[in-house]
């Protein structure tokens, strides 16, 4: 020892840098995430609706190649038709009840009806559908509700509703 004694300086943060930074850090995420639900609650309009959507497509195309009556309906485990529509869909033959098509939702869509007493969408060989003029209902809590209708030719439209009359 020659008398000298080191210093030892040690880096990091003091507790009240810590503090500190973790305020700030809450304060923004209590800004960001209301945005990141909307974000979230807007995306998963627009995959139910681009689900049902082309499984209306796929129901009316399937029954004009085929000749054969083809019909879609509500199903909570994508191998019967429990008439679930917010938990999911499935395509099937008529005569046969072969299964040509389903989904399942990630979450149940409880903001998704069925406007209908029929609870199947058929379509006939032709295209068209006995199902007219009825229509699927999804509703937000914010904005960004739609319906998609469907006609007696067996076309659906997709419709945005601006003033979510049919939601409250």
Request: include cysteine; charge should be positive.
């Amino acid at each position: 020892m020659d008398g000298h004694m080191k210093k030892i300086c040690y880096q990091g943060f003091s507790l009240m840098e810590s503090l500190i930074t973790l305020a700030i850090v809450a304060i923004i995420l209590s800004l960001a995430l209301p945005s990141l639900m909307r974000m979230i609650e807007h995306n998963r309009a627009l995959n139910t609706r681009q689900s049902i959507a082309s499984g209306m497509s796929f129901t009316r195309a399937h029954a004009i190649t085929q000749q054969i009556p083809t019909e879609m309906c509500g199903s909570s485990d994508g191998l019967n038709c429990d008439h679930k529509w917010p938990q999911g869909w499935l395509v099937r033959t008529v005569s046969e009840q072969k299964i040509l098509r389903s989904e399942q939702f990630s979450t149940t869509n409880n903001r998704l009806s069925w406007g209908r007493t029929s609870s199947t969408i058929l379509y006939m060989p032709n295209g068209t559908s006995p199902t007219s003029n009825s229509s699927f209902l999804y509703c937000t809590q914010t904005r960004g509700s739609w319906r998609i209708v469907l006609n007696r030719q067996g076309r659906a439209r997709i419709e945005l509703q601006a003033d979510d009359e049919a939601c409250h």
